[in-house]
Structures are given as structure tokens and as C-alpha cells.
């Protein structure tokens, strides 16, 4: 009877690490996909406030329509980015037609004097340290996630349970160059 007894807690033992694993895989894959959620909502964030900001700019240097062309479209192209990967992509794009944008508005010193201009540059400069810190939580989950499954003894079972590593928020490398504003 006792050896019947001790089988049963061996495994209910054995049941219960294997859900409180899996539980706790859950809960970090969780977490990574909420911190994903706030990057992408502060992306969505910047992405609202570029027409505002293009629209204003468009009233000082209507000339300068190639630079808005590539604002519109790199907007465009990150509402449309469905994958993790597409979205940094998209994200990259979108800085660097950004960067082009504020670099004409610097050409104008009336723009830079209106107050609607400035009060877009003040929400899109928030928006940008939103996205910072997002990317940060973000990363910081994705390293706990990574962590855990490729520890034992989790690296065992957590791609036997589909549990895959999760990709980082990289900066490209084109995105590292400091922009040059020219007169």
C-alpha cells in the first residue's frame, strides 16, 4: 500500500512540474507578446501623428514633395506590416523618411516658429521616448523568454511544446547614422 502511495505523489509530482512548466512557459510568452503590443501601439501612436506633421510642413514647402511621397509611403508601409520582422522593417524606413522630413522643416524658420509644428515635434519627441522605453520592456521579455527556454530544465520540453525563441527589437545598421541636416 505505502509503495502504491508513494508512486501516486511520484506522479502527481511528476503531473504537476509538467503544468507548472508549461504555466510558466505560457506566462513568459505571454508577457513578450504584451510588451510587443505596447511597441506596436506606440508605433501606431507616431504613425496617427505624421499626417498632422506632414500636413503642417506641406504648408511651408510644398516643393518639397518627394520627401512627403516617402513619409506617405513608409507610413503605409508599416500600417501594413502584419510580422514582428515586417514592423522593424517598416519602422526603419519610417525614421529614416522622419529624419528627411525634419531635416526640410529646419529650412523654414517660420515653421519651426509655428505652433502647431511645434506642438507635433513636442508629440512625436514623446512618442519616440514611448517607443524607446516599449522596445526596452519588450527586449528585456523577449531576454527572460529566451532565457528560459534554452535553460534546463525547460530546454527539454519547450520546443516539443511549441515554444519557439523569440526575436529581439534590433536597430538596423542604416538606422545608427546620424542624419545629415544641410542648408
Request: proline share 2%; net charge positive; glycine share 6%.
Amino acid at each position: 500500500m505505502s509503495v502504491l502511495v508513494s508512486i501516486l505523489m511520484v506522479i502527481v509530482l511528476a503531473v504537476g512540474s509538467v503544468f507548472g512548466f508549461y504555466n510558466g512557459m505560457v506566462s513568459s510568452r505571454e508577457n513578450v507578446d504584451s510588451k510587443w503590443s505596447q511597441v506596436d501601439n506606440q508605433l501606431q501612436r507616431r504613425s496617427d501623428l505624421i499626417p498632422n506633421l506632414v500636413n503642417t510642413v506641406k504648408g511651408y514647402a510644398s516643393h518639397e514633395k518627394e520627401v512627403f511621397q516617402s513619409v506617405s509611403d513608409a507610413r503605409a508601409k508599416m500600417a501594413g506590416a502584419k510580422s514582428v520582422g515586417d514592423k522593424l522593417s517598416a519602422n526603419t524606413e519610417l525614421n529614416g523618411a522622419l529624419s528627411r522630413l525634419l531635416a526640410v522643416a529646419e529650412n523654414y524658420p517660420q515653421l519651426k516658429a509655428d505652433q502647431n509644428f511645434r506642438q507635433l515635434q513636442d508629440e512625436l519627441s514623446g512618442t519616440e521616448n514611448r517607443i524607446a522605453v516599449a522596445r526596452k520592456d519588450y527586449n528585456d521579455a523577449v531576454q527572460n523568454y529566451n532565457t528560459k527556454i534554452k535553460s534546463l530544465p525547460y530546454s527539454l520540453f519547450a520546443g516539443a511544446l511549441g515554444f519557439t525563441e523569440r526575436d529581439y527589437f534590433k536597430v538596423e545598421e542604416t538606422a545608427k547614422a546620424v542624419p545629415k541636416v544641410q542648408f
